[in-house]
């Protein structure tokens, strides 16, 4: 199966290189970015020069991509240079609405379109160790089951390209509170006069227990702002899932706090790093102590 991955950044990379590592799969990967291609090309895959070239003749298309507009700009350029039994996967984090927007596109060139938005982090991502929350037509997620099987561990099927777009910002929504909550929670902890590691072995021990806690509790006491998943896409992503809410006359106050730690942390410059700088917007000297 010839696969082109469109996108190779931090977990559009991780999966291109996942993909290459069956010998099952020809990958061919396009970046603006030659290095993030480099590093996709030493895991076996094929570099292109062009959008163009790099999409001609593939089997199933596979963009991710960091905003919206760039979504649908490429997704517009890719389709007149499929073929018709292409089938169109997009694993970027984007809101309902527009996911709609590039299954009218893709149905208008008559190219199947199933949404793959992805779990966890570009790490586990390279091992195969993510969920997959998938959206299309039947049949279109029939054609690429064994690419989604190689790709993850498991794939929760939504039906609708829709719901499977709004379980990711869900998620992550949900994700970044928990890591405004928990940044804060180690601060209170730590001027209460409790040692970091006595914080992090009891917390593992009790209801407060979560994904972001065990993944990067360790990150916010080691102070380490290297970026897993950043604050300027995280920003973005919490953004859409605030205005979906909105719009369907939903309140949500907690979040929307959330998000507004998340702009807190890009306009005090941490935009690139991870989210665990939101710790900085409470203990300013956490860069100084470092």
């Not at 208008?108 to 199933?114: L, N, T, Y």
């Not at 993850?152 to 829709?162: A, L």
Request: proline share 6%; with cysteine.
């Amino acid at each position: 199966m010839k696969i082109s991955c469109i996108g190779a950044g931090n977990m559009g990379g991780a999966v291109a290189r996942r993909i290459a590592a069956n010998s099952d799969f020809a990958v061919t990967v396009y970046d603006p970015s030659p290095a993030a291609v480099e590093k996709c090309v030493e895991a076996g895959a094929t570099g292109s020069d062009s959008l163009e070239a790099a999409v001609t003749g593939a089997d199933v298309v596979l963009t991710s991509l960091p905003t919206v507009p760039l979504v649908l700009d490429t997704i517009r350029q890719i389709l007149p240079r499929t073929d018709e039994d292409t089938v169109i996967v997009d694993i970027s984090t984007i809101d309902p609405q527009s996911a709609r927007t590039v299954l009218d596109l893709c149905t208008e060139f008559r190219r199947p379109f199933v949404a793959c938005p992805l779990g966890k982090t570009p790490a586990h991502a390279e091992n195969g160790q993510i969920p997959l929350f998938v959206g299309g037509a039947p049949d279109a997620v029939a054609t690429i089951e064994p690419l989604l099987d190689w790709m993850g561990e498991k794939t929760y099927n939504f039906g609708t390209v829709e719901a499977a777009t709004a379980f990711k910002l869900i998620s992550n929504f949900i994700g970044m509170a928990n890591v405004a909550i928990l940044a804060e929670g180690l601060a209170v902890a730590l001027k209460a006069g409790i040692s970091p590691d006595a914080f992090a072995e009891a917390l593992a021990d009790t209801g407060a227990r979560s994904f972001q806690s065990d993944l990067r509790l360790p990150w916010m006491l080691e102070q380490d702002w290297t970026s897993r998943f950043g604050v300027d896409l995280a920003v973005k992503d919490v953004g859409l899932a605030v205005a979906s809410a909105l719009s369907w006359r939903i309140p949500v106050p907690v979040g929307s706090a959330a998000l507004a730690q998340l702009i807190s942390a890009s306009t005090r410059g941490y935009g690139r790093e991870d989210v665990v700088s939101m710790l900085k917007l409470i203990q300013p000297d956490a860069e100084e102590q470092r």
